[in-house]
């Protein structure tokens, strides 16, 4: 796994940092960490320092969980903060959030269904019927959000 990541371009100091923080992709079968660094990328659009400060995109299911999430996102037009551009933008504070629709991802990814519909001022409801909503496949979440 450490030399398909080479490979995309990742630096030995971002791979033992991403080690550091949480080695648990470390053990993930090549064919699932290939999947998930398309989903990541292409329709994600998230970057190589995006996945160094939060490597548990990684290994985050992505019919289930990282899919769902991103696509109620765009749905709901929910600005995403990713790590690489946290930097760039003036800190919000959690009050702030609702005010202008955004939220940091790994928060979005990470916290609870209730949580983030509380913070954001949306309906659980049609949240948590947006992502139970089954998916046959991880190539099918691919190809829907990709034509979004």
């Known amino acids: 796994n450490l030399g398909f990541l080479v490979g995309l371009g990742f630096k030995a100091a971002e791979l033992k940092q991403m080690l550091s923080t949480d080695p648990s992709w470390v053990t993930r079968q090549l064919r699932d960490l290939t999947l998930s ?9 998230l970057s190589i320092a995006d996945v160094v400060h ?14 769902p999430r991103i696509a109620y996102a765009r749905k709901r037009s929910i600005k ?3 790590p690489s551009h946290a930097k760039l933008l003036p800190e919000l504070s959690k009050d702030q959030w609702m005010e202008h629709k955004l939220m940091p991802l790994d928060v979005w990814l990470t916290k609870s269904d ?35």
């Not at 660094?37 to 659009?45: C, G, N, R």
């Open 37 to 45: 660094w398309q989903f990541i990328t292409s329709v994600a659009k």
């Open 80 to 82: 995403l903060l990713v």
């Open 54 to 67: 939060f490597p548990e995109l990684l290994y985050m299911p992505i019919a289930t969980k990282l899919g």
């Open 114 to 148: 209730k949580f983030i519909c509380g913070a954001l001022g949306l309906s659980l409801e049609d949240f948590t019927r947006f992502v139970e909503t089954p998916v046959l496949t991880c190539s099918r979440v691919l190809c829907v959000l990709c034509v979004r």
